[in-house]
């Protein structure tokens, strides 16, 4: 069985970073009096309920993705790019929480890195099939 233990450790880690995202929603649900279901209220609410819908938006890109680098590239490149990409996220929901203007490093970090995978990813495959 091959094993991919930095690309599993990466992947738990932007799970790891989604929950907390949700429990950040639902801390500002509590602070700000936002009762579910609504998505709407205070500027603080609305930012980390943001924050965490696009991170769920990303993941559905990033858990395939590291998987395929770590297929065809290593266990190495998929444990890099996970962290590149938890990284990102990170800055992106604390940045996003504090001042929506405050996102674009986190979110440049965690969409570049799944782009520059993206690209490579789509390269390796055109050379293994002769494309």
Known sequence: MQMYPLTLIGTLAALAVYVWASIAVGQARGKFGVKAPATAGHPEFERAFRAHQNTMEQLVLFLPLVWIVATLFGDLWGGLYALAWVVGRIAYVIGYIKDAEK???????????????????????????GL
Do not use: N
Not at 105 to 129: D, H, M
């Open 103 to 129: 996102r674009g490093a986190g979110f440049l970090i965690s969409g570049l890195t799944s782009l520059a995978a993206l690209v490579g990813a789509v390269v390796a495959v055109g050379i293994c099939l």
